[in-house]
């Protein structure tokens, strides 16, 4: 997954959240039980919406932001999503 990270997006407020592609998707999806199995496919047709969204990167900084534990939120699972946030946070104390 290649995100820029060289800006500041954003996300207060939830205009960002209006135009997600997802907002007309059953949240279920992107709230998989598991990371096996049925898991695996459901991960897969979330991750498929957040390819064609338009606000993914705006979605993926809240999620790093405010450290979503769970599901696929920006096109990440939660696996991805607890590495990505290590180096989001070494951004944020070097910026600081």
Do not use: H
Not at 20 to 32: E, M, N
Not at 67 to 92: F, Y
Request: proline share 2%; charged share 30%; aromatic share 8%.
């Amino acid at each position: 997954m290649a995100l820029s990270w060289n800006r500041t997006i954003e996300w207060d407020g939830d205009s960002w959240r209006e135009r997600a592609a997802c907002r007309d998707t059953d949240p279920d999806l992107f709230f998989p039980i598991g990371t096996t199995g049925q898991a695996i496919d459901q991960i897969r047709e979330a991750k498929a919406v957040c390819r064609e969204c338009e606000v993914q990167a705006t979605c993926l900084e809240f999620a790093l932001a405010t450290n979503q534990e769970s599901g696929v939120w920006g096109g990440a699972s939660e696996e991805e999503r607890k590495k990505l946030r290590k180096a989001w946070l070494a951004r944020q104390r070097r910026a600081s």
